[in-house]
């Protein structure tokens, strides 16, 4: 490298860009380097962060939380497929919607692939994309599945004592715009959906997810576990105050067992002391859904390994798949004829700023070069309605696919 490149690499400062030019040259860079890369934005907060990974996906058989570094932790439904993937932070910004408000340093690291991408962001952002590449794994998805059938189907199964809840899902694919832009509708999610967590993730081996997830699977700041049972769904009405929104029988039950499912775990691992606070009326985006919170002190309860132990006992965890979980995971890998992916497993940022935070990856989708392919599913339980079900996972499509092709 010449002497005057070096300068300015040392002296580039990523405060002098807005956060779509940052994020739209990370995204480009790292697709030209063939690195993955992660943003997101957590619930109620204004700071959004970016990272990429100087290496490829690191699979993990188990995931050890405290000994894994900074980074974003990916899985799919069925980890015994895929695996759980680790994006490691080598390369940090963050920011909120008005300026940066840290940075990494641009010249801190010193391998030939730490400098390609910083000098591959400086020409990025010098010269910026009218829009950024992203990494695409085209698949063909079968959406042929009558899923009112197949709600029907569960309704039978629950009725004849197989299993008292299971949660079928389905998949719609669509075009994109022609000038579909990445980091537009990120923005978009951010904006529209604060309550939810955003996020866009891109790597050569998983290619392309995008989603709002209203669902927290578990989290640790500094001593303090968490996780929530999140079920039961309705649309958001402006007029009707949330503390006022009347829950169906049906709606009632099928949080209830969410919330027996993660009292279960805690009883599997013999953990009496955690607090519940719920259940209660959340928003998330356009629905509302029934929400119980569970905290535990792992420092008061001698657990340091719990959110490792936790998330191998709850996911998948009812919401996404059913009670008791061997039975309606054998019923849909039979039924469901959908390769759900990385839809309903989990993802979110790990050991940043001393915290994690997991969420189930819901209201999501897969974005290939010309398509995208939404996701999502309902709790069936024995006083489902197979049209109203239908309906749900409609609403549901709804969160992403209103801000990819808003009404003209």
Same mark, same amino acid.
């Given at each position: 490298?010449?002497?005057?490149?070096?300068?300015?690499?040392?002296?580039?400062?990523?405060?002098?860009?807005?956060?779509?030019?940052?994020?739209?040259?990370?995204?480009?860079?790292?697709?030209?380097?063939?690195?993955?890369?992660?943003?997101?934005?957590?619930?109620?907060?204004?700071?959004?962060?970016?990272?990429?990974?100087?290496?490829?996906?690191?699979?993990?058989?188990?995931?050890?939380?405290?000994?894994?570094?900074?980074?974003?932790?990916?899985?799919?439904?069925?980890?015994?497929?895929?695996?759980?993937?680790?994006?490691?932070?080598?390369?940090?910004?963050?920011?909120?919607?008005?300026?940066?408000?840290?940075?990494?340093?641009i010249s801190s690291d010193e391998t030939a692939t730490g400098?390609?991408?910083?000098?591959?962001?400086?020409?990025?952002?010098?010269?910026?994309?009218?829009?950024?590449?992203?990494?695409?794994?085209?698949?063909?998805?079968?959406?042929?599945?009558?899923?009112?059938?197949?709600?029907?189907?569960?309704?039978?199964?629950?009725?004849?004592?197989?299993?008292?809840?299971?949660?079928?899902?389905?998949?719609?694919?669509?075009?994109?715009?022609?000038?579909?832009?990445?980091?537009?509708?990120?923005?978009?999610?951010?904006?529209?959906?604060?309550?939810?967590?955003?996020?866009?993730?891109?790597?050569?081996?998983?290619?392309?997810?995008?989603?709002?997830? =209203? @669902? !927290?699977?578990?989290?640790?700041?500094?001593?303090?576990?968490? %996780?929530? $049972?999140? /079920? #039961?769904?309705?649309?958001?009405?402006?007029?009707?105050?949330?503390?006022?929104?009347?829950?169906?029988?049906?709606?009632?039950?099928?949080?209830?067992?969410?919330?027996?499912?993660?009292?279960?775990?805690?009883?599997?691992?013999?953990?009496?002391?955690?607090?519940?606070?719920?259940?209660?009326?959340?928003?998330?985006?356009?629905?509302?859904?029934?929400?119980?919170?569970?905290?535990?002190?792992?420092?008061?309860?001698?657990? =340091? @390994? !719990?959110?490792?132990?936790?998330?191998?006992?709850?996911?998948? %965890?009812? $919401?996404? /798949? #059913?009670?008791?979980?061997?039975?309606?995971?054998?019923?849909?890998?039979?039924?469901?004829?959908?390769?759900?992916?990385?839809?309903?497993?989990?993802?979110?940022?790990?050991?940043?700023?001393?915290?994690?935070?997991?969420?189930?990856?819901?209201?999501?989708?897969?974005?290939?070069?010309?398509?995208?392919?939404?996701?999502?599913?309902?709790?069936?339980?024995?006083?489902?309605?197979?049209?109203?079900?239908?309906?749900?996972?409609?609403?549901?499509?709804?969160?992403?696919?209103?801000?990819?092709?808003?009404?003209?």
């Amino acid at each position: 490298m010449k002497e005057r490149e070096e300068v300015e690499l040392l002296n580039f400062d990523v405060k002098h860009f807005t956060k779509e030019a940052l994020i739209s040259a990370a995204i480009q860079s790292a697709f030209d380097l063939g690195l993955p890369v992660a943003v997101w934005r957590l619930p109620n907060q204004n700071e959004i962060n970016l990272i990429v990974s100087f290496t490829a996906l690191k699979q993990l058989q188990r995931v050890e939380f405290p000994t894994l570094p900074k980074g974003f932790l990916i899985a799919p439904f069925e980890n015994d497929k895929k695996g759980n993937q680790f994006i490691k932070a080598d390369f940090h910004l963050s920011f909120d919607f008005d300026e940066v408000i840290e940075g990494s340093d641009i010249s801190s690291d010193e391998t030939a692939t730490g400098k390609a991408f910083k000098t591959q962001l400086i020409e990025r952002l010098s010269n910026p994309v009218e829009k950024p590449e992203y990494f695409s794994l085209e698949k063909a998805v079968d959406t042929s599945v009558d899923y009112k059938a197949l709600v029907q189907k569960s309704i039978d199964y629950i009725k004849s004592g197989v299993f008292e809840k299971v949660v079928p899902a389905r998949a719609a694919q669509f075009q994109l715009p022609q000038h579909f832009d990445p980091v537009s509708l990120f923005m978009n999610v951010c904006q529209e959906y604060t309550n939810a967590f955003a996020y866009f993730v891109s790597t050569p081996e998983i290619g392309t997810w995008m989603g709002a997830t =209203p @669902e !927290l699977l578990l989290s640790k700041q500094q001593n303090i576990f968490k %996780t929530v $049972a999140l /079920a #039961g769904t309705k649309r958001f009405d402006a007029e009707t105050p949330i503390e006022e929104t009347a829950w169906l029988q049906k709606e009632i039950e099928e949080q209830a067992l969410v919330s027996r499912y993660i009292i279960s775990c805690f009883k599997k691992i013999r953990l009496r002391e955690f607090e519940e606070r719920g259940p209660r009326t959340s928003k998330a985006g356009n629905l509302l859904h029934l929400k119980t919170t569970y905290e535990v002190d792992v420092e008061a309860t001698n657990f =340091p @390994e !719990l959110p490792t132990v936790m998330l191998e006992l709850l996911h998948p %965890t009812s $919401a996404v /798949a #059913g009670m008791p979980k061997t039975e309606t995971l054998q019923f849909l890998s039979e039924y469901e004829g959908l390769d759900r992916a990385y839809y309903s497993g989990f993802l979110g940022p790990v050991n940043l700023d001393e915290q994690t935070n997991i969420f189930v990856n819901l209201r999501c989708m897969q974005v290939d070069k010309h398509t995208t392919t939404l996701y999502a599913g309902a709790g069936v339980t024995e006083d489902s309605v197979p049209e109203k079900e239908y309906l749900e996972t409609e609403m549901k499509f709804n969160t992403l696919r209103n801000l990819i092709y808003p009404a003209s």
